[in-house]
């Protein structure tokens, strides 16, 4: 059985009775068949209509209305439950109903404006609202500077108050009255036809307003060709948002949607269903929602102002039912929830701390273990004249003991002038003099000159000077970039008992209360006497032998960390001091190697420390 279209004769149907022909139930969905109804059914552009169905023992919340097969299906959620035969009240949300026929009305008050400017034009599609598209597409171009007088137009016809009819009609009387059709018609449909005044009729089966004085102001948006067809966009705005002329006011009043009961019923059934799925589906933040301040309960009833006085206590009454119902759903939340309530007393999540890289740690350990005994920590250049870090250090030009840095060269123009190297005054060749070439520190012993010159060679001196230093090689226990940390003191009657107390002081700070240090003859050609340093193993106690077994860790008792020595006489010199008044020690170790010995922490291969595995870095 078809379903009677109620709203094709009669579109200020807001309320009406029907039979309920069929129901299909799905799971969360009921579809309801009807004998007739008011709901439109979204087609011709417009969108389809919601609201309620209410019978006896139950309501069907309308949330779409389609066609099928000439039937009209409405679906929603049900409560409570609806039969065949039942005799049902239909209320559609009248409020967007109105809307959508405001828009429906416009479009076709935009193509009549157009037909009337431009002969033979006509629109073949639009669209009313459905997805918030507004728009009619027409056959010919139309140009974007036609469209002040298309809105001129438009607001003629509204101006005008042109009665808007409606006619059932079959497809043999449309043929007969010659009309225009642009788009094939419906087979399955009844047909009807609407004109505007005296302006000629087209079909259509939408719902539209009574008089184009109805009409909220029209606007004209935009034009853009889309596929050889050219789009108009509109929109409409309701008066109360705009002035609009006085006449054309006065008629709208007569029909200005304001809310009644019944609409607030449709509002009121709509929002105990959509408390009860959520409540059913365990949704978060439901109070807010709902009973908040600007919950949905307080939005629904802000409009008890746009109901007339006559139903306004009852519509309070109604308010204060569905507020009520609203709180027992929620209870029901609440009580849901307690049985899976947070613990509060649950340890929390730490959050990630991260920490200094290890290399920075054993700097800052280092420094302390020096400042302990009077050293200031110094810092000097990364990138540093051939002078200071190898001449001065009694290393002439071409001298081969200079082989042993394997050292990387910047690329700068070498300013030196040919000055002799002396030995008895090494100044004379000062890169201020006579310029030079420019290297990556292979050692911070580039230190030791710059400090003399700082302290205006006067000392006391006594500097920890720790440094990024770089050379040419690569493997498990060198890396191209490394760290050295280097101990300088220049004083009166500075003695190796000195070198040897402040080698013993850092071992036991550093490795731990049992660790010894001890030298052995080597050459630097900075140092005379140079030295060796080892520090014993703290594994075999400096024995070698752990359970009778040669030692793992060592294989000898001791570990070599660096060298040292007593400042060369022409090293002072270079600094401008007098070797003949005052002798001093140096020593210069890795950072790295001097760390990776430490207890402990068995690092084999000192390339992974500036491998940014994370995973690594962590553990230290
Ligand atoms: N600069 C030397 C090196 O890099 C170490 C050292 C420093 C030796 C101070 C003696 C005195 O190997």
Redesign the pocket.
């Known amino acids: 059985m078809k379903t009677k279209q109620l709203y094709l004769s009669d579109s200020y149907l807001k309320q009406a009775d029907a039979k309920v022909a069929e129901i299909e139930q799905n799971e969360k969905i009921t579809v309801v068949y009807l004998d007739q109804t008011i709901f439109y059914a979204q087609g011709g552009g417009q969108p389809a209509d919601i609201g309620i169905i209410a019978g006896k023992n139950g309501t069907l919340t309308v949330s779409h209305v389609s066609y099928n097969n000439g039937k009209i299906q409405h679906k929603g959620m049900l409560s409570g439950t609806l039969e065949e035969n039942d005799v049902v009240t239909l209320t559609i949300d009248w409020k967007k109903r109105y809307e959508n026929m405001q828009l429906h009305t416009a479009g076709h008050v935009l193509d009549q404006a157009v037909k009337n400017i431009i002969p033979n034009v006509y629109g073949v599609d639009g669209t009313h609202g459905i997805q918030g598209k507004n728009y009619i597409e027409f056959n010919e171009e139309i140009k974007p500077d036609q469209l002040p007088q298309i809105q001129k137009e438009i607001e003629n016809i509204c101006a005008a108050g042109e009665d808007i009819t409606t006619q059932m009609v079959t497809h043999a009387e449309i043929k007969a009255m010659g009309i225009h059709l642009p788009f094939d018609l419906p087979k399955n449909k009844d047909l009807r036809i609407m004109s505007i005044g005296s302006y000629p009729a087209m079909p259509d089966g939408g719902t539209q307003l009574k008089n184009t004085g109805e009409c909220w102001p029209i606007s004209v948006d935009s034009v853009q060709e889309k596929k050889n067809l050219w789009r108009v966009q509109y929109s409409v705005k309701h008066p109360q948002h705009k002035k609009s002329p006085e006449s054309i006011k006065k008629k709208k009043e007569e029909h200005l949607p304001l809310v009644s009961l019944e609409e607030l019923k449709v509002h009121a059934t709509r929002l105990e269903q959509e408390v009860k799925a959520d409540v059913d589906e365990g949704s978060p933040d439901l109070h807010t929602k709902y009973l908040g301040k600007n919950g949905l309960f307080n939005q629904l009833a802000k409009t008890i102002k746009d109901i007339g006085p006559a139903e306004r206590k009852q519509a309070g009454m109604l308010l204060n039912q569905v507020k009520a119902k609203i709180t027992a759903a929620l209870k029901q939340t609440t009580t849901k929830q307690q049985h899976s309530a947070i613990d509060l007393t649950m340890p929390g999540t730490a959050p990630h701390v991260g920490h200094l890289h290890p290399v920075t740690q054993a700097m800052r350990e280092i420094t302390d273990i020096f400042e302990q005994i009077g050293f200031t920590r110094v810092r000097y250049p990364e990138v540093d004249w051939d002078w200071y870090v190898f001449e001065s250090l009694n290393m002439p030009p071409h001298h081969p003991a200079r082989d042993e ?1 394997e050292t990387f060269f910047v690329d700068v123009p070498d300013t030196t002038k040919d000055v002799a190297y002396d030995s008895n005054n090494p100044r004379k060749r000062h890169p201020s003099l006579v310029g030079g070439k420019v290297v990556l520190t ?4 580039n230190g030791q000159v710059r400090e003399m010159e700082r302290m205006d060679s006067t000392p006391p001196i006594r500097f920890i000077n720790i440094a990024r ?1 770089y050379r040419r090689q690569q493997d498990a226990t060198h890396t191209q970039m490394f760290h ?1 940390f ?1 101990g300088l003191v220049i004083d009166k009657h500075i003695t190796i008992q000195h070198l040897k107390g402040t080698l013993d002081h850092f071992a036991q700070h550093f490795y731990g209360p049992t660790v010894k240090s001890r030298i052995r003859p080597f050459h ?1 050609q ?2 005379e006497p ?1 030295f060796e340093v080892d520090f014993s193993c703290h594994i075999c106690d400096g024995t070698g032998v752990v359970n009778g077994e040669k030692c793992k860790f060592c294989k000898s008792g001791w570990h070599e960390v ?4 007593m400042v060369h006489p022409n090293v002072l010199k270079a600094g401008g001091i007098d070797p003949d008044i005052y002798t001093g020690f ?4 890795g950072v790295e190697r001097t760390y990776t010995l430490k207890p402990g922490l068995n690092i084999d291969d000192i390339r992974l420390l500036y491998s940014s595995n994370i995973q690594f870095l962590e553990q230290f």
């Open positions: 840095w292979t050692h911070t012993s230093c050295q280097e630097f900075f140092t140079s660096g060298g040292a020595g140096a020593f210069g170790w």
